[in-house]
């Protein structure tokens, strides 16, 4: 499947609504849960022009993944930008249906390729020791491990700590 990733608009808001809630429950098997706050329309609406405002600052940049049919298939962002240090954290996260075919990789991949033109030396990536299918993206696109938090937390019933992740792209 072909993808593209595009910077996150204005005219975004409606569809990216409708993926969220369309895969909330997914999404909460794997990450915690943003809280039903963030699922009130109204709200969604504010917390989006906050994320516009925060990448036109150059604080976070905010893309989404999209199929040839412009479908939003996924989020993948680099966030909490460093510019003293050129240090990003990433998050991503790919819809339910759109599972197990390499869009995240592929996402991650066009990032990391986009990011090169802008003024970003190291990209930091966390997951759970359960979610193996974002471990295995990150190294795939070249992510070093760092470390697995002692520090554990409960997610579903399951006990699970953050494994950490770094990839330089070019030296501080």
């Given amino acids: 499947m072909d993808i593209y990733i595009e910077r996150l608009q204005v005219a975004d808001a409606e569809g990216l609504y409708k993926f969220e809630l369309e895969n909330r429950k997914f999404f909460e098997e794997m990450v915690p849960t943003r809280g039903d706050e963030y699922y009130n329309p109204e709200i969604f609406k504010k917390r989006h022009e906050a994320l516009l405002e925060e990448q036109a600052q150059g604080r976070s940049y905010f893309y989404l993944i999209k199929d040839q049919d412009s479908s939003i298939l996924g989020r993948i962002n680099l966030v909490d930008i460093d510019s003293f240090h050129k240090i990003g954290h990433l998050g991503y996260r790919v819809g339910q249906e759109h599972t197990g075919k390499g869009i995240a990789n592929k996402a991650l991949k066009k990032l990391i390729d986009t990011i090169t033109d802008e ?54």
Avoid: H
Avoid at 138 to 161: C, R, V
């Fill in 119 to 172: 003024d970003i030396k190291q990209i930091k990536a966390e997951t759970t020791t359960n979610n193996i299918a974002s471990q295995r993206v990150l190294e795939k696109n070249g992510f070093e491990k760092i470390s697995t938090s002692s520090e554990k937390f409960e997610m579903n019933g399951q006990k699970l700590s953050f494994v950490y992740y770094a990839l330089t792209i070019s030296p501080c």
